[in-house]
């Protein structure tokens, strides 16, 4: 069994910056991809950012480019999402994910963007983020 469990969430005002962190644990194999989601109230779940198992392959959702960095330290089993000049509609619960499809097996047809292709899931973490 997989556990994923978030933290570094918080309330922060606009233009601030937060760190969120994803501690991995339970499986040893390290050849696993990372994504982050963020749910607004009343909003669909919402793709924020990817990274691949060995940290050379990111991919970000468009409202968070430029702003956001995804970055993992395989030593610790830890992802890390760097949210940087942050604004009000950031405000979400910060979700992590890991998605165990070996890289050989994947349709070459997914973007890694969308929540089915992940395997497993954290608690989420709320970010608030003041005018």
């Known amino acids: 069994q997989v556990q994923l469990v978030e933290s570094g969430g918080g309330l922060v005002q606009a233009g601030g910056s937060l760190r969120l962190s994803c501690a991995v644990s339970g499986r040893t194999s390290r050849n696993y991809a990372m ?21 050379a392959m990111m991919t970000y959702g468009d409202s968070v480019k430029g702003r956001f960095t995804i970055s ?14 942050l604004k009000p509609e950031d405000t979400a619960v910060y979700y992590c994910a890991a998605d165990y499809t070996p890289p050989g097996a994947r349709d070459p047809q997914q973007t890694g963007t969308q929540e089915y292709e992940y395997d497993y899931w954290g608690q989420g973490t709320q970010v608030t983020v003041s005018e």
């Open 72 to 85: 993992r330290d395989n030593t610790k089993n830890t992802v890390y999402l760097q949210m940087n000049i």
């Open 35 to 55: 994504g982050w989601f963020r749910q607004a109230p009343g909003k669909d779940r919402e793709f924020v950012a990817r990274i691949n198992w060995n940290g």
